[in-house]
């Protein structure tokens, strides 16, 4: 998306019906918000976006008009910064989205919408205020609305969330049978718009495993995922899958195959310009050297 072209959109507007940017940004933003969304250093919030052009007098759509950015729903939008924050880890943003449309009856009375909340109002009360007893009973709210229980990726995503709590707060066998019921799900869907989905429950699947002591199993997971992305020309979790590899075999003092594996991971996460595991795996392959 064109950051740029909305943000000059909105200064535009401004301009013209005699606002500054901190009269704009009142009871909205900051004045420093307003500044980047209008220089395009920054997209602003869906609903954030939605006051902005209620203050200006235009359909929130005017932004996505005239060929320069795609044209989008405001759901869509919402539900497109909330996919990335998700991705992220940057569970803060989630709140902050979840708690701006809450009371929209574009998501408050339209199911679809609706699940789209609670999945994402559990992942941040689990991950943000640590209350899992609430994110779990939010979860199933949220798998309770599949419409007609016909299960598609985002459903699968749902569960693939539940079983990462019970991962996280030590329930390894129930994480290991959510994470499997959403694998047979995932085998019914013929066509995925996602294909990153296959390989993250896979990673899930193998973490489970190593932790339930299953190394085995969990490499050959791992590799079922590194096949997947190496099909599907993904480098998302490539590293990640390769390192997890090689923690297998560390775990099994099979330090030689735990090295080849940790320097793979490293040449990915290098070519992905990924320096956020470096020192971590290289102190380990040091580790490794000094006591071979």
Request: aromatic residues 10%; neutral net charge.
């Amino acid at each position: 998306m064109d950051f740029s072209a909305i943000g000059l959109k909105i200064r535009e507007l401004r301009k013209s019906l005699g606002l500054s940017q901190k009269e704009l940004s009142k009871n909205i933003c900051t004045q420093a918000q307003i500044s980047k969304i209008e220089k395009g250093d920054v997209l602003p919030l869906a609903s954030t976006l939605y006051f902005i052009s209620q203050r200006l007098g235009v359909d929130i759509n005017y932004f996505f008009d005239l060929g320069t950015t795609p044209r989008l729903d405001y759901v869509q939008e919402v539900m497109n910064q909330l996919k990335q924050a998700r991705r992220n880890v940057n569970y803060p943003l989630i709140k902050e989205i979840v708690e701006a449309e809450e009371k929209n009856p574009l998501f408050a009375a339209n199911k679809k919408n609706l699940q789209l909340l609670l999945w994402h109002k559990a992942i941040y009360l689990f991950h943000v205020h640590h209350e899992a007893e609430l994110a779990h009973s939010l979860i199933d709210r949220a798998i309770d609305l599949t419409f007609d229980m016909v299960w598609t990726e985002r459903e699968i995503e749902i569960l693939m969330s539940k079983g990462i709590f019970f991962y996280e707060t030590g329930r390894y066998h129930e994480a290991k049978a959510i994470h499997l019921s959403a694998r047979g799900h995932l085998n019914d869907i013929i066509y995925l718009q996602d294909e990153t989905i296959r390989s993250r429950l896979l990673y899930n699947l193998a973490k489970t495993n190593t932790k339930l002591e299953n190394y085995q199993e969990s490499i050959r997971l791992c590799e079922d995922a590194i096949s997947v992305c190496i099909e599907k020309d993904l480098l998302f979790l490539l590293g990640e899958l390769h390192y997890h590899i090689g923690y297998n075999y560390e775990l099994q003092n099979q330090f030689i195959l735990a090295k080849t594996y940790m320097t793979q991971a490293l040449e990915i996460f290098h070519l992905q310009k990924n320096d956020r595991y470096t020192d971590y795996i290289q102190g380990k392959i040091k580790k490794f050297d000094s006591s071979s």
